[in-house]
Nanobody, 115 residues
Framework: QVQLVESGGGWVKAGGSLTLSCVASYTVNAMGWFRQRLGNERELVAL???????KFGDSVKDRFSISRDNAERKIVLQMNNLSPEDTAVYYC????????????WGRGTQVTVSS
């Protein structure tokens, strides 16, 4: 069983930045971040393959970046120019698919952006 441990998140004013990190207990292929806003379905934020290929959700692709350190089994999501619409629980994801949603999930971390 792979465990994904998230850190970061919290509260920030609109226009600010936050960083989320996630470390996997074992090596996995694709890793990424998803979020679930209140009353909405979980949606893709960013995905990164072991080789560094990336994919972003349409609402974040010009503001967020994702990076990966394979040696540390770690990904980092840099979120810039945050807006209240980014308020959500953010979940780390990873697993065996090379570039798709994995089967393992973190517990989630809250990001709150105030106007």
């Amino acid at each position: 069983q792979v465990q994904l441990v998230e850190s970061g998140g919290g509260w920030v004013k609109a226009g600010g930045s936050l960083t989320l990190s996630c470390v996997a207990s074992y090596t996995v292929n694709a890793m990424g971040w998803f979020r679930q806003r209140l009353g909405n379905e979980r949606e893709l934020v960013a995905l990164i393959s072991a080789g560094g290929r990336t994919k972003f959700g349409d609402s974040v692709k010009d503001r967020f970046s994702i990076s990966r350190d394979n040696a540390e089994r770690k990904i980092v999501l840099q979120m810039n120019n945050l807006s209240p619409e980014d308020t959500a629980v953010y979940y780390c994801n990873g697993g065996y698919p090379l570039f798709d949603t994995g089967e393992y999930w973190g517990r989630g971390t809250q990001v709150t952006v105030s106007s």
